[in-house]
């Protein structure tokens, strides 16, 4: 175990993109600030979780904690895959977005935790004086064998019905999996999913099935924008998906009862005997109401400029 006592809360500790730095200006061997004795830089504690070892911090820590644990990150070379991940032990409060894209390994948090939280959730702890999280989509995917506060959770198939808005629910998931969420779900719903269902019940925020790799969301409200953006494959299924729908968009397919607003390459298709059976096997509309369903898919290529957006993720728009 290394120990890391902070005077003052970073953000991005055990970061595995570390802040997206692909995309960034971010250095993962710049070192921690605020240390007491200490001088380990974001890969150091990165590393030390790849070896499944815990990493205990004394103080609090900023915004988006443990990001991405447990994924092998292609961008950095990385197999896109799930690998094991150790503990992370901190004794004070964590800021927002905790665990998004999370995976892999456990959060023991003695102080308070900001919402939104990412693709976590608290189970019963081992640690006396410590609240448990583990990642959403290790628990209905690995077997963990954990017991849920609230929710519940049978077999592979989860009920999120404790209010709480997560960011990038069902991350990475590659199993045949069912979440259902019993109100609004936060950013990035099923990034990078590759198979099973996502239910949400209530609205969704900006890139819903952003480079969804296989498997079914539905949103039963509207999503913000960016829907599907970078979609490879799968299906996103939605009352309204918002705007600027299927930016950069590869291929699967997205439906929705209004007619979107779409980025290319994304296009208007037609609604065909194999979509009419897909949506009435995900909804409960009659074959009248099934028709009124929009569809998009992937276009052809073409001419374009890339757009950085506030989330730092990026979009193509046609070249003038």
């Known amino acids: 175990m290394i120990t890391i ?7 991005n500790l055990c970061d595995y993109t570390y802040n997206f730095c692909w995309n960034s200006d971010f250095n993962p061997d710049s070192t921690v600030p605020h240390q007491q004795g200490t001088e380990y830089t974001y890969r150091d504690i990165v590393g030390h979780l790849k070896k499944e070892d815990t990493v205990q911090i004394i103080g609090n820590v900023g915004k988006r904690l443990a990001q991405g644990m447990g994924a092998s990150i292609s961008h950095l070379g990385g197999s896109g895959k799930t690998e094991n991940a150790g503990n992370i032990m901190i004794d004070g409060n964590v800021a927002a977005e905790a665990g998004m894209g999370m995976i892999a390994g456990a959060l023991y948090i003695k102080g308070n935790i900001e919402k939104p939280l990412g693709n976590i959730v608290e189970v019963e702890s081992d640690r006396k004086g410590y609240r448990k999280f583990v990642s959403i989509t290790e628990l209905v995917c690995r077997g963990l064998q ?15 019905n ?4 997560r960011n990038t629910l069902a991350a990475r998931c590659d199993c045949e999996a069912s979440i259902t969420v019993e109100g609004d779900a936060g950013n990035g719903s099923g990034l990078l ?17 952003a480079h969804l790799n296989g498997g079914t969301i539905i949103v039963k409200g509207k999503c913000e924008e960016f829907a599907g953006a970078y979609m490879k494959k799968g299906t996103l299924l939605a009352e309204d998906p918002g705007g600027h729908v299927g930016a950069d968009m590869k291929g699967g397919i997205i439906y929705s009862k209004v007619k979107a607003n ?20 995900l909804t409960d509309a009659k074959r009248f109401d099934v028709l009124r369903y929009n569809k998009y898919e992937a276009g052809e290529e073409g001419k374009y400029i890339t757009i950085k957006l506030r989330d730092g993720s990026l979009v193509r728009r046609p070249a003038d």
Do not use: F, H, V, W
């Open 5 to 11: 006592e902070l005077s003052n809360p970073p953000d």
């Open 146 to 160: 954990e017991k849920l506060l609230q929710n519940k959770l049978e077999g592979n198939d989860l009920l999120l």
């Open 162 to 165: 404790d209010s709480i808005l």
């Open 193 to 209: 999913m590759e198979k099973g269902m996502l239910l949400i019940k209530g609205n969704s925020g900006m890139n819903t099935a």
């Open 262 to 281: 779409i980025d290319p390459p994304a296009k208007k298709g037609k609604i065909g005997r194999e979509d009419i059976r897909t949506i009435r096997k």
